[in-house]
């Protein structure tokens, strides 16, 4: 059985021993494994630090990004390869495929855009200067800097490429060295891409590390100019937060957790509505995509007491308009979920459910061998039930929960997931509209807004775009990515300038015009 080998300290290095386990969730077959036993994980962060680290700051912003635009096309080139290994080991359809895929080779192409007008000095402006003194001799200005370590990037099963590469994007543009280790279940496609970047040379030595496997003791190598970003569960992000290396260094950790995302619908929405359309094919979308298995596929959806019949119905009617089978045939848009372990997690959750909404179609029962779920839609007896607020089932399955139509108790009803990635809401009423984004911002790390205006030409809720943020409060991590520039916030140091005017001002400052 292949074992899939990890790229450190400049060379390939399988690991020892039996390792974890990749399968195809359609035939249930094992495909290959993984492991890191062996690793010297110390040698590997001292090579990014001493290695990989000077190489990235050698070159400037606008060569960085272009070495983005470029690692984007070399990815791009293998995408028909990618997309069949994505179907053989994460259960993908070619759209889920391209979903992530596409997604990784979009966003490194969109740093490399954002990066472009970035200039060549070593160092990033940060806001206008401010006068300090008693006249504007003594002059402070804030700039930010690529930080001295590495950024370690532990990354969740759904999505091999996107997850890896829209940090790797945001950690290179700012100049610094990563180590990418995605989940052992799903890490077929990410072990590709490392060798198609690897094989490429584009990315200068040791400012790219793959560990195919178990993180080790990683952790405990890292310092104060070091930072973890992990997307995964919440149980993993609290375990690696309370780290005590990490916590004892003030190593900096961005926690992209689960999240309970809800879909709202208002009560001026009529059936006849493209609104209303748009409401039903997102909610559809987010259940069957990647089979539900999407960080921002909404799980709850409110919908006003009097319409949740109809909307109960016409989302059967959609859902049975998905086919489900072996994500490798033509037309299939609803493959398994990716690995035994995570259907038995989805049928149990199913189960706990069901115990306080009632099924309106699917259910535990297998569709076919496999790890295949039927799409799940279920409409709760009680929307107070905590359990419908608290329990992420992540795969194909959503609840309907009935509410009153008015637009603060919608949001107080959203926020009691304590926290969330993202909530889209369909309206065509300003007003009611404007009352609820209050009330769900503080709570949410985007809000989506579906009306009759944009429904042509918006993008969907569960699509994270590289220009805003992805992140949420609480229960979804605390954290933040992406949002263009603003993801380089976490791979630079902050720091105020402060001194003579003509000084600062003319070599920390904003560049003239
Ligand atoms: P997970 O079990 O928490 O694993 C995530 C990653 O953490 C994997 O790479 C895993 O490695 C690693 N890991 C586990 N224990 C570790 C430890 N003690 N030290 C270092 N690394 C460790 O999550 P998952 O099942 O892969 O992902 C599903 C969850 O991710 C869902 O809840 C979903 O909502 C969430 N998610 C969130 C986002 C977001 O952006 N907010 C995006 C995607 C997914 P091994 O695989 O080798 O164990």
Redesign the pocket.
Known sequence: MQILDSYVCGAWKAGAGEG?ELTNPTSGETIAR?STKGVDMGAVVRHARDVGGPALRALTFEQRAAMLKAVSAAIHAHRDELLDLAAANGGNTRGDGKFDVDGATGTLAAYASFGKSLGDRPFLVDGEGLQLGRTARFWGQHIRVPRRGVAVH??????PAW?MLEKAAAAWLAGVPVIE?????T?LVAWRIAHIIVESGLVPEGGFQFLC???GD??DHLRGQDCVA????????A??RG?PNLVEHNVRVNV????LNSAILAPDVDSGSETYGLFLSNVALDMTQKAG????AARRIFVPRERVAEVGQDLVAELARVPLGDPAENGVRLGPVAHAR?HADVIAGIQKLSAVADILTGGTEAPRAGCFVSPTLLVAKDTNEAVLHEL?V?GPVATILPYGGDADEAAELAARGEGS?VCSVYSNDADWTERIVLGLAPYHGRVWLGSDKSAEQSLPPGM?LPGMV???PGR??G?E?LGGLRGLEFYTQRVAIQGFKGLVEARFGQPPG
């Open positions: 974890a993984t532990i990354n969740a099963y759904n999505f997850g280790k995605p989940a052992a279940a890490a496997g178990s993180a990683l952790l992990f997307t995964g569960s919440a149980t993993t992000g375990l690696i780290t992209e957790a689960d999240s298995q999407k960080c921002t995570q992420e992540f990635l994270v992805h992140g949420g979804a991590g954290g990515e």
